[in-house]
């Protein structure tokens, strides 16, 4: 039988952390999912049980993620996975943005993920154990044109989960950062997805490529169930990943990538070594 643990979720009424909910409800696993919109949380989910617990809360405010935190434990007693899943695109180059635009979009996909982690890693301290899922996206190894902040907030999770990982593996907490390509989810959607209000038509190739992502909502290729499942399977896992990329298309832009950070480290090789003091 299934050990039952307990999982909170952030960005849980749409996409990837719907699909986990449901999964784990179905699973008979304890769950607290976050929303910023609670009653859209419990629509969506389509259930009250003893193990659900749904929770409103403002990621970019520690206070509320950290009463959430609270509430959780209370409630199951553990903490034993997170799953970091809120976030939004936003598309634009940097010119085009605003401060505003740009820092709204860090404060849910980055600085929301932070006050997770800041206010769940006393219990993972205290209890030994816990595994921290961060999901980025592959935009945060690879960037794509027309897409500059969406793919600093992403480069920006894949950064701190690599060291984060360091830093708690004494206390047995494991750290995974998945990298999804396309799902057939709605972030390409109005209500998930920003769009710089200022445009300068002079980026001709950065709209372009907008145009070329947003025809894309509703055919993308990757099944959001099967990435659902992947993350909890890895979940299960008594040494699981530190990075995990999800969609054939993901896995092929990350080999690219890997090539040509090698033929680029390379092409300067001498030069990078060449910088000894010698006094």
Partial sequence: MEKIRTWFITGASKGFGLSLVKQLLQAGQNVAATSRDLKALVDAVGVTAP??????????????????????????????VVINNAGYGIGGSI????????????EINVFGTLNVIRMVMPYMRIQKSGHIIN????????????WSVYAATKFSVVG???????DVAEFGVKVTVVAPGAFRTNFLNA????????????????????????QKAGKQIGDPEKA?????????LENPPLYLLLGEDAYNRAMTKLEKLKKDYLLNEE??????YHG
């Avoid at 999901?135 to 027309?146: E, R």
């Avoid at 989960?161 to 360091?166: H, I």
């Avoid at 769009?195 to 947003?214: C, G």
Wanted: overall charge negative; charged content about 20%; aromatic content about 4%.
């Fill in 160 to 166: 701190l989960s690599e060291v984060l990982a360091q």
């Fill in 51 to 80: 193990n659900f617990l749904p929770l409103q809360v403002e990621l970019s405010n520690e206070d509320s993620v950290g009463c959430a935190i609270h509430q959780t434990n209370v409630a199951f007693s553990s903490i034993d």
């Fill in 95 to 106: 010119e085009e943005l605003s401060d505003r635009e740009t820092r709204n979009s860090f």
């Fill in 191 to 214: 209500d998930s997805i920003n769009i710089a209000q200022h445009t300068i038509p002079e980026y001709t190739e950065v709209h372009n490529a907008q145009k070329m992502m947003l």
């Fill in 271 to 276: 030069l990078s070594k060449a910088m000894a």
């Fill in 228 to 236: 659902a499942e992947a993350i909890i399977e890895i979940a299960h």
């Fill in 135 to 146: 999901i980025s996206s592959i935009a945060g190894i690879t960037g794509t044109s027309g």
